[in-house]
T-cell receptor, first 113, second 110 residues
Framework: QQQVKQSPQSLIVQKGGISIINCAYE??????FPWYQQFPGKGPALLIA?????SEKKEGRFTISFNKSAKQFSLHIMDSQPGDSATYFC????????????FGTGTRLTIIP | DTGVSQDPRHKITKRGQNVTFRCDPI?????LYWYRQTLGQGPEFLTY????????KSRLLSDRFSAERPKGSFSTLEIQRTEQGDSAMYLC????????FGPGTRLTVL
């Protein structure tokens, strides 16, 4: 059973634009929602994470928006740059991230000049 | 480098052979996780430890897989009698709160 659905599968955004990736979860026990960035041949790198007691969290150009009632959350990358071209994964976890993470299937983001 | 390290980075083996991977977590991180990632997919949970105790194992972890963390520091993941379907990237992560991943071990079973 896929517990975290991620869309789109791939995304092309012009430099300077806003990249938006969406995720939906099913498991109501999830209380921790991180986003990871992965470059080819590398391990995932933690970008930003949110807990469901807040609706938005911003770190630099990255913002998570969280809708608890809809069980959805999204990543917004402002002023997208070519260096942001990577695969992005959302995930959900319980016990504030101290247990296993369940990942989405990933979004391949390409930033074009 | 104070991040999570994994060894080896790449392993090519023949079907039926045993392989062992090592993960060194970030020092002071008491939790250590193993995930498997196949091409085009997100990481899938295999197992995790709190200190030396193995707290959860996924149904993906067949009897051919075993993981240990003997002194609550580094961990090993062994795959016995490898099959072609075991070919994947094996990722290790460690945490105090958020999970930080290592670079992974790419396994190819011929």
């Amino acid at each position: 059973q896929q517990q975290v659905k991620q869309s789109p599968q791939s995304l092309i955004v012009q430099k300077g634009g806003i990249s938006i990736i969406n995720c939906a979860y099913e498991n109501t026990a999830f209380d921790y929602f991180p986003w990871y960035q992965q470059f080819p041949g590398k391990g995932p790198a933690l970008l930003i994470a949110i807990r469901p007691d807040v609706s938005e969290k911003k770190e630099g150009r990255f913002t998570i928006s969280f809708n608890k009632s809809a069980k959805q959350f999204s990543l917004h990358i402002m002023d997208s740059q070519p260096g942001d071209s990577a695969t992005y994964f959302c995930a959900g976890g319980s016990n504030f991230g101290n247990e296993k993470l369940t990942f989405g299937t990933g979004t391949r983001l390409t930033i074009i000049p | 480098d104070t991040g999570v390290s994994q060894d080896p980075r790449h392993k090519i083996t023949k079907r039926g052979q045993n392989v062992t991977f090592r993960c060194d977590p970030i020092s002071e991180h008491n939790r250590l996780y193993w995930y498997r990632q196949t091409l085009g997919q997100g990481p899938e949970f295999l197992t995790y430890f709190q200190n030396e105790a193995q707290l959860e194992k996924s149904r993906l972890l067949s009897d051919r897989f075993s993981a240990e963390r003997p002194k609550g520091s580094f961990s090993t993941l062994e795959i016995q009698r490898t099959e072609q379907g075991d070919s994947a990237m094996y990722l290790c992560a460690s945490s105090l709160v958020s999970q930080f991943f290592g670079p992974g071990t790419r396994l190819t079973v011929l």
